[in-house]
């Protein structure tokens, strides 16, 4: 009997590793695969007018941080690079912490709603999704450009007698991404203060803590994995953004994205481009592991 259920709970393995099979291949080909493309070709040596020429080279990732002076062959820093690998991460972090600013409270207000509004609520903060994102930083551009709506309205109230320099600034990308992606932090931290406890804001209430204890010692240890989430959900795709910032920076404030197809196309220096797309990746992974990290303690100590 024994060996009976031994060999049933085989085939029962062999049957799912099969019917997982597709899905693995796919994924393989489909993700794993261009990875690997994308790392191989960082090692290659560019071609004159694109592409790549099979000759090993460790120049791309040199060329990454590094740059050697045309005149005296000494070394030094890669000062266009550095500048724009840290503009990414500052608006990244900005975006992420405006987007804080704006989706906590908004989340906290749609769930504290009655249950038959909620639903309501959370349709209206995922429409802008079924909007293309390019139009949705197009609609951003009309209303700060200099012949704007917010420009027109303050010269006609005679606050100001000249348009206001907003758009292809690091302000503009900061407000174009803020748009875009405040839904990705409203959505999980919702997800937690829906499952919240409301009776215990109550209880601190009741112990005569202000509104600011309740929410610093109650309302964030409770929905901090949801803050947690939306954090990276925010600054992961912000940090390779390219629509945003090509559209709301006009090409004057350029971030990580930009650079890559850069390199992959006027550039025509496919290496490097290659090189730069998995120093992002990187980073990415730092940021997603981190997260891991203390999402983990977070279980630990919420059992």
């Known amino acids: 009997m024994t060996d009976l259920s031994q060999n049933a709970a085989r085939r029962a393995i062999k049957t799912r590793w099969m019917l997982l099979a597709p899905a693995l291949i796919i994924l393989a080909f489909a993700a794993s695969g261009p990875l690997l493309i994308t790392l191989v070709y960082s090692f290659l040596t560019p071609g004159d007018y694109g592409g ?3 000759d090993f080279s460790t120049d791309a990732w040199f060329n990454v ?16 690079h550095l500048s724009i690998f840290w503009r990414s991460v500052k608006l ?16 906290y207000f749609i769930a ?30 009309e209303l700060i450009r200099n012949e704007g709506t917010i420009n027109t309205i303050l010269i006609a109230l005679g606050i100001i007698d000249e348009p206001i320099q907003m758009l292809f600034t690091e302000f503009s ?59 990276i959900l925010v600054f992961v795709p912000s940090l390779g953004a390219y629509v945003t910032p090509r559209v709301m920076g006009g090409g004057n404030q350029l971030m990580i994205g930009n650079l890559i197809e850069l390199q992959f196309g006027q550039g025509r220096n496919w290496p490097l481009g290659a090189a730069l797309s998995i120093t992002l ?23």
């Open 52 to 54: 790549v020429v099979w």
């Open 65 to 80: 941080f590094l740059q050697r002076d045309i005149f005296d062959d000494t070394l030094g820093w890669s000062d266009a």
């Open 92 to 107: 990244s972090l900005l975006t992420t912490l405006a987007c804080l600013v704006f989706g906590f409270p908004t989340a």
């Open 112 to 141: 504290t709603r009655p249950k038959q509004h909620r639903d309501l609520w959370m349709l209206l903060i995922i429409i802008p999704f079924w909007t293309n994102l390019l139009i949705r930083t197009f609609a951003i551009l």
């Open 173 to 231: 990308i900061i407000l174009g991404m803020v748009y875009v992606y405040l839904p990705l932090m409203v959505l999980p931290i919702y997800a937690s203060m829906e499952r919240l406890d409301f009776r215990l804001v109550e209880a601190g209430y009741d112990l005569y803590a202000t509104r600011f204890q309740v929410l610093r010692r109650v309302i964030l240890p409770l929905v901090k994995p949801g803050v947690i989430a939306g954090s």
């Open 281 to 303: 990746l990187a980073i990415v992974m730092v940021a997603l592991l981190a997260y891991v990290r203390v999402a983990g303690k977070e279980e630990v100590q919420h059992g």
